[in-house]
Nanobody, 123 residues
C-alpha cells in the first residue's frame, strides 16, 4: 500500500507562485512514475507534470516553462494563471516510464492517489 499526502495549496493572485509537496510512504524500491494531476469540477482529471525515478520530467504544454517537478515530488508553480485553479493530486504509477501520464487520465485505477490540495488563482 502506498500513501500519498499533498500539501502547499492555497489562494494566490495572477502571477503568483506556490509550491506543492507530496509526502509518500509505503513506497517500494520498484520502478515507478510520480506525477501531479489537476481537476476542476465537471472536467476530467489531467496530468500536468511527471517524473521518472531517473529524473526525467515531462509537462503539459499549458504549464511548461512555469511548473517544475523535482525528484522530491515537489511541484513549483510560477506565474500562476486563473486557469490553473483546480484541485491538485499527487499520484504514483508502477513501472519505470511516465508515458501517457500527461493529458487526460483514462484509467484512474492504475495510480495511487493522494487526497488533493486546492489551488485557487484570482485575477
Amino acid at each position: 500500500q502506498v500513501d500519498l499526502v499533498e500539501s502547499g495549496g492555497g489562494s494566490v493572485q495572477t502571477g503568483g507562485f506556490l509550491t506543492l509537496s507530496c509526502a509518500a510512504s509505503g513506497v517500494t524500491y520498484s520502478q515507478y512514475c510520480m506525477a501531479w494531476f489537476r481537476q476542476v469540477p465537471g472536467k476530467d482529471r489531467e496530468g500536468v507534470a511527471a517524473i521518472t525515478m531517473d529524473g526525467v520530467t515531462t509537462y503539459a504544454a499549458s504549464v511548461k516553462g512555469r511548473f517544475t517537478m523535482s525528484q522530491t515530488n515537489d511541484l513549483q508553480m510560477n506565474n500562476l494563471k486563473p486557469e490553473d485553479t483546480a484541485m491538485y493530486y499527487c499520484a504514483r504509477r508502477s513501472g519505470g516510464s511516465c508515458a501517457g501520464v500527461i493529458g487526460i487520465a483514462t484509467n484512474l485505477r492504475q495510480y495511487y492517489w493522494g487526497q488533493g490540495t486546492q489551488v485557487t488563482v484570482s485575477s
